[in-house]
């Protein structure tokens, strides 16, 4: 299949698979087309996989079937979301709302030059600002990856500094970079990168058991508890965005909590400060 078809039978799919139906008029709306175009779309994808869809004469419309199986993996909700995306698409875009974050501004001129020293595995001398350090201080690192926590973007990388691999918020860079040569620290010497671990999950255990069973709905529990694996050095982001870093006073605000073994085990991957 060419990419526009792939890319169209992918927005059939995931239509379908999210709302149960589709018709021409989300194809014309979505791409611009003509009926006749949409209708021609719709009846070869039909053709390649007649398991998937039942046309319903009485909707109009493409039913998806008991037998669907699709071309790519559909279980990410927010693949749904972007293909739905414009207030004139007949689904439910309008209904859609996310809260939006206080995201740093990022300044292209200061990361040109980190994404380059990733690319090309290059050391680099940068300005940087901690909470520790309220000075633009130079530092010398040797970045490997990029984090999104959610919240804010991060670099990993090797500090020479603290010759050890840290993370750098990549907000606080400022300055002129100057590279320093190819970096002699790579990403298969990161230990805590390389390093997956365990986070396990419970119902905080000051629910009553009815209270329970909701929150191990909730977050997909199997025999009361959830195991998520997680590099050991994104452990802390992991924590934060399950609001489980710190304890709240109510088991209603804290909802679920980490189970004691794992807390000891994940001890030695929480950051250090910089």
């Avoid at 207030?87 to 206080?102: G, K, L, N, R």
Wanted: aromatic letters at 12%.
């Amino acid at each position: 299949m060419t990419y526009k078809i792939d890319e169209r039978f992918f927005f059939i799919e995931t239509l379908v698979w999210w709302e149960g139906r589709i018709n021409t008029r989300h194809l014309r709306e979505k791409y611009d087309l003509s009926q006749a175009t949409a209708q021609k779309i719709l009846k070869q994808y039909q053709k390649m996989f007649p398991e998937n869809l039942t046309y319903n004469p009485s909707e109009k419309a493409f039913i998806v079937s008991d037998s669907f199986t699709a071309i790519d993996k559909l279980n990410d909700f927010s693949d749904y979301l972007v293909n739905i995306s414009g207030d004139d698409h007949p689904s439910i875009s309008t209904s859609v709302f996310e809260v939006e974050a206080p995201l740093r501004n990022l300044n292209p001129l200061q990361i040109r030059p980190i994404l380059r020293a990733i690319r090309e595995k290059l050391a680099i001398d940068i300005g940087y600002i901690s909470l520790s350090n309220p000075d633009y201080l130079d530092r010398i690192i040797q970045p490997h990856s990029l984090i999104f926590d959610g919240l804010r973007w991060h670099i990993r990388a090797y500090c020479n500094k603290n010759q050890d691999f840290r993370d750098f918020s990549l907000s606080r860079f400022n300055g002129d970079a100057i590279f320093e040569g190819k970096a002699t620290h790579s990403v298969e010497q990161d230990k805590n990168w390389n390093t997956f671990v365990d986070v396990v999950i419970e119902p905080d255990p000051r629910f009553s058991d009815v209270q329970k069973q909701i929150i191990e709905k909730d977050y997909q529990m199997v025999n009361g508890r959830k195991i998520i694996s997680v590099r050991g050095a994104l452990t802390n982001y992991l924590l934060k965005r399950l609001n489980i870093d710190h304890y709240q006073n109510t088991p209603e605000a804290q909802q679920i909590v980490l189970s004691s073994e794992c807390r000891k085990n994940i001890a030695p991957y929480l950051p250090q400060p910089i």
